[in-house]
């Protein structure tokens, strides 16, 4: 069964550096996200992509975040800059279409000290 | 508002009863409501989803309904088992941008053997 794949697992870095956090989506779909979770709280909604391009971001994804499409199979996160509060579960997900099931990747656990 | 509501925020029930989690959501548009399973440190796992199309929908021990006018829809749980003990989410799929999940803020439930 096809899946979303991300790498790494876990992450850990000083505050202030910047990191990427990498996802590889099902081949054929065509929306992507990113969403967050902090340990103990909902999954919140940061990014979608679509079309080779941003479709809409939350409050939460300022200037410090940026999302690429490098390669038409890799999905990346930068987070530059890091803060104590972007410590979290990073989810990458996709989908084929609008009412349809979004597929999770496992996560990656940021850990900013 | 994008608003996803669910309740209760913890639920504990004895081996074998029945568990039911609601929601209520805010885009009378929105038409895809999944609900995940998480467990801990893992990823959001689907158990369920309902389109807009249709009022109720079971699979085996686990059944969802909606109503479209009142925008809720609830989550049943029969027959419960300690291995159904984990976090649920409920999520709505907003219309805007691309089609985002909003997710509820989760239910912890806890089955008692």
């Known amino acids: 069964e096809p899946e979303v794949t991300q790498t790494p697992s876990h992450q850990v870095t000083q505050m202030g550096q910047e990191v990427i956090l990498r996802c590889v989506p099902i081949s054929n779909h065509l929306y992507f996200y990113w969403y967050r979770q902090i340990l103990g709280q909902k999954v919140e909604f940061l990014v979608s992509f679509y079309n080779n391009e941003i479709s809409e971001k939350s409050e939460i994804f300022d200037d410090q975040f940026s999302v690429e499409r490098p390669d038409g199979s890799n999905f990346t996160l930068k987070i530059r800059s890091t803060k104590l509060e972007d410590s979290a579960m990073y989810f990458c997900?996709?989908?084929?279409?609008?009412?349809?099931?979004?597929?999770f990747g496992q996560g990656t656990r940021l850990t900013v000290v | 508002g994008e608003n996803v509501e669910q309740h209760p925020s913890t639920l504990s029930v004895q081996e074998g009863d029945s568990a039911v989690i609601k929601c209520t959501y805010s885009?009378?548009?929105?038409?895809?409501f999944p609900w995940y399973k998480q467990e801990l440190g893992k990823r959001p796992q689907l158990i369920i989803d309902i389109r807009s199309n249709v009022g109720e929908k079971k699979d085996q021990r686990i059944a969802v309904t909606l109503n479209k006018t009142a925008k809720h829809f609830s989550l049943h749980i029969t027959e419960t088992q300690p291995e159904d003990s984990a976090v649920y989410f409920c999520?709505?799929?907003?219309?805007?941008?691309?089609?985002?999940?909003?997710f509820g803020t989760g239910t912890r439930l806890k089955v008692l053997a």
């Open positions: 997900a996709s989908r084929d279409g609008t009412a349809t099931e979004a597929f």
């Open positions: 885009d009378s548009a929105s038409n895809y």
């Open positions: 999520a709505a799929t907003f219309t805007s941008g691309t089609y985002k999940y909003i």
